[in-house]
């Protein structure tokens, strides 16, 4: 049987370790203790009977109570299995930053690593180019490097219809 535990938000991992602690000492019967990943302060035990769930997690800090029916495996199935997200990003990819610390920044992707679901980027306005890793849903591209190819390629179209290519137009002139 599964029962979802109540823990205080941002404490799920502490209150996973006492659980599996008391659990360990005590000797119960209990099969699995899952955190699972995007659901804030609720844990996962799976147990022979509720009575043993009650008495895994009784009077521990950061642990507010046992939720009152079990749940299936097949409910909870999906936030167990980690989900592979096609990765829309490629190394010399221009992004924009869109979490913080460094909002609206912009950047260039100069590795991936899709593993962890993150990127190393070098920010573009830094004056020292250092690399800064970021979560890959904290990033929106903004321009491929093929792109940068594509507009090339129609300046030199330009040039060979015959028009005159004065090069990028200077302001102020």
Do not use: C, W
């Not at 507009?151 to 060979?160: G, L, M, P, Q």
């Amino acid at each position: 049987m599964i029962f979802v535990i109540k823990v205080t938000t941002n404490k799920e991992d502490r209150a996973l370790e006492m659980i599996s602690d008391k659990v360990q000492k005590k000797q119960l019967e209990v099969y699995s203790l899952v955190r699972p990943h995007g659901l804030r302060g609720y844990i996962f035990l799976e147990a022979v009977d509720r009575e043993t769930a009650e008495e895994a997690a009784y009077n521990l800090p950061y642990v507010k109570g046992i939720i009152g029916k079990t749940v299936e495996y097949d409910e909870i199935k999906n936030m167990l299995t980690p989900s592979v997200e096609e990765m829309k990003i490629e190394e010399g990819d221009i992004v924009e930053i869109i979490g913080e610390p460094f909002k609206k920044e912009k950047a260039k992707v100069t590795r991936i690593d899709k593993a962890k679901a993150e990127v190393v980027v070098t920010l573009l306005g830094a004056v020292v180019p250092m690399p800064v890793t970021v979560k890959m849903d904290n990033v929106r591209v903004i321009r491929r490097e093929d792109e940068e190819g594509d507009e090339e390629e129609e300046e030199e179209k330009t040039k060979d219809q015959g028009e005159e290519y004065l090069g990028p137009a200077i302001g102020g002139l």
